[in-house]
């Protein structure tokens, strides 16, 4: 017979497995090629497994009781990774911050996404989204996708909690977008460079940024703009006003520029993926159809159809499981700790990826198939699957303060576009790309042809 404990406390004192890669370059090449396929490598050594890129130490988590435990029950051990993977123009806004500053920050902007705030936003949601669609069906040719998505998420984000028209800033806010974007998808054997070093990628992050700091500069500017006083802005500068204790200049520029883009472009690669699935499979398009047709009575989706939205809620769920738009979730250790029976050490760089662990077969059947009716029963989650097998939005504390908002945005959006077009492409696979966000790895080129709903 075995002594347990004796086992446990050996185990404890183990470091996870190690895939070691090509010397010097770590495992960033591989990762690069293919990331499906590495992160399937990596799990065929355990539920932890550490892994080197460029100069940088990783651990990958994939279990979900182990997910869970550094989300949400030992929250304290772990924190934001320092070095915000060289995208300063972000690292004093409320996703990189940390500690007592995140706690203050959070409790600040959390009025914004109260339920009843995020119900005054529905109807420019449905309003914005019934315009896009039939501008894009009235265009000549195809769109591609993510310009269209992005620019509608945009303008939604810009009304209701900037009050402003975003769509004169939207080349500007795209090309710091872009730059973020690019920054933190790079390995970091290209991050290691400093960002002084005038490389053909530097040059592009800075004139991305720079163009996003203009932005933020008229924004800051023009304090004409139409709010109630109660959007993004007004809410961080009225906290200046208190008494000397509230944001700082520099915090201020950090934390419009984390709303601009955690903002739209998350939102945006959802519901690219989500209408190319439209345009891919004709069975899931009519029973969205039917039930927009069935539910929504006039132009677009308002806040008393929600609830009878179901299988639009289902389409969604399964776009966010296949297709979650933050590929992984990142910290580092504050201290030593015990996860999954290993031991790991302070400052331990940390992976959480989604886009593995919501396709892994222990937790769902076909997961690369999308198939929405796999929520059929979707009152009952999780079923006998582990709670932290889907985590879109991350968990615990700081999980998404966007995510009522997301999900409603995304679920009026597609219901009102499934109102007035029909989707149609002819790509059968896409790949995908594993960067800040996951996103096609090309353009989709999409036709919409408007639907005739009078009589319905
Ligand atoms: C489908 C859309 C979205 C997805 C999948 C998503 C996903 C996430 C995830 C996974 C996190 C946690 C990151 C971590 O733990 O390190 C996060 C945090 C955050 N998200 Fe979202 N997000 C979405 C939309 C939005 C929207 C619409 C906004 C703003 C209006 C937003 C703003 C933020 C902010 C500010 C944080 C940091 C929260 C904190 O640390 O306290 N997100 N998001």
Redesign the pocket.
Known sequence: MTDNSTNDTEQQRTLPPKRSGVPFLGSAVSFARDPYTFYEDLATRGDIVRFSMGSTELAAVFHPSDIKQV?VEEVERYR?PADARGVDILSE???LSDGER?RQQ?KRLQPLFYQDRIEAYAETMGTYAAASADEWAASDGAVDLTEVTSAYTLRV?GKT?FGIEAEKHRQAIRAGAEAIRERSSESPVAVDVPKWVPTPSNRRYQRGIAELETVINDLLADRSADTDGNDLLSLLIAATDDDGNGPTAGEIRSQLA??LF???E??AS?LTWALYELGRSPDVADRLRNEVDEVVDGPYARVPDLPALEYTEQVIQET?RRY???AA??RETDTGVSLGGYRLPKDTYIVLPQFYVHTDERWWDDPLEFDPSRWDRISDPPGNRPEYAYF???GGP??????R??RM??KLALATIARHCHVDHRYETIDVDIGSTVSPAEPIEVRFEQRDTTGK
């Open positions: 989300l934001k806004g409320l996703l995140w959070r984000l909690l984390t709303f955690a903002g739209h998350t939102s959802a966010l979650p738009p933050a979730i990142f879109p939005f991350g700081r999980h998404c303060i966007g995510m908002f997301a945005e995304l």
